[in-house]
């Protein structure tokens, strides 16, 4: 990797982790529909890229490596696992004092997180089961190919499901045409390894105005 685009991949993980802060400041007023309100829709609605970002992200440094399995699951279990486990741990104490049981602790943590912010650590360790073979597909797929997986990924999981939200259709799409392996976060990572190969200077503007644009479309549709 370049050292431009180290910069650039660096440079968009910071990003993504101002927007989570941003997200959940946000966050804690968002149910409550006050005068604040609008202001609180605005901020949550411009940031919500910020998963995205860093799965994206995770798309560029991942899809076109040559690993084995071993040594692919070995480094992202060393890298997922002690958090999880110590922050789940952290949560668990605060939250239970003396009544903790460790039995109980260690059964809970396969079941789901301790505290609802650690989900992506939990998301993460089933995206990162779909990685091996989204290389395969990513290294030996044509522009394409990929592009259009991704055309369908974004109309079932993005345009389809706001078409019925707005349109009260019932019809089951997805179900009907087995659409179901276009479903999940793990496209995210083929989008970002996708646009990485992009010369993306030619594109500033042109990204900066559609960040734009769904940002406020997601403020006023939420509104």
């Keep these: 990797m370049s050292v431009q685009h180290r910069?650039?991949?660096?440079?968009?993980?910071?990003?993504?982790?101002?927007?989570?802060?941003?997200?959940?400041?946000?966050?804690?007023?968002?149910?409550?529909?006050?005068?604040?309100?609008l202001a609180y829709n605005f901020y949550d609605s411009m940031v919500r890229v910020a998963v995205p970002l860093f799965l994206m992200v995770t798309g560029v440094l991942l899809l076109d490596r040559q690993q084995t399995l071993a040594e692919?699951?070995?480094?992202?279990?060393?890298?997922?696992?002690?958090?999880?486990?110590?922050?789940?741990?952290i949560y668990t104490l605060v939250r239970e004092g003396e009544r903790f049981d460790a039995a109980s602790f260690f059964s809970r943590l396969f079941v789901g997180p301790a505290e609802y912010h650690l989900w992506y650590l939990y998301a993460?360790?089933?995206?990162?089961?779909?990685?091996?073979?989204?290389?395969?597909?990513?290294?030996?797929?044509?522009?394409?190919?990929?592009?259009?997986?991704?055309?369908v990924w974004a109309l079932i999981n993005c345009l389809w499901p706001t078409f019925v939200t707005l349109a009260g259709v019932q019809h089951d799409l997805i179900g009907t045409y087995a659409l179901h392996?276009?479903?999940?976060?793990?496209?995210?990572?083929?989008?970002?390894?996708?646009?990485?190969?992009?010369?993306?200077?030619?594109?500033?503007?042109?990204?900066?105005?559609?960040?734009?644009?769904?940002?406020?479309?997601?403020?006023?549709?939420?509104?």
């Design 7 to 37: 910069f650039s991949v660096d440079l968009v993980k910071a990003a993504g982790a101002f927007m989570v802060v941003v997200l959940h400041v946000s966050a804690s007023g968002f149910y409550q529909f006050d005068e604040n309100w």
């Design 72 to 89: 692919f699951f070995g480094r992202r279990a060393t890298r997922i696992l002690p958090p999880l486990v110590f922050w789940s741990l």
């Design 124 to 151: 993460l360790l089933g995206i990162y089961a779909s990685v091996p073979f989204l290389r395969v597909f990513y290294i030996h797929s044509s522009a394409s190919e990929r592009s259009f997986f991704l055309l």
């Design 181 to 223: 392996s276009f479903l999940g976060f793990s496209a995210y990572l083929l989008l970002g390894a996708t646009l990485g190969t992009v010369a993306i200077e030619r594109f500033r503007f042109v990204g900066l105005i559609v960040f734009l644009a769904s940002g406020l479309g997601i403020a006023m549709l939420t509104y």
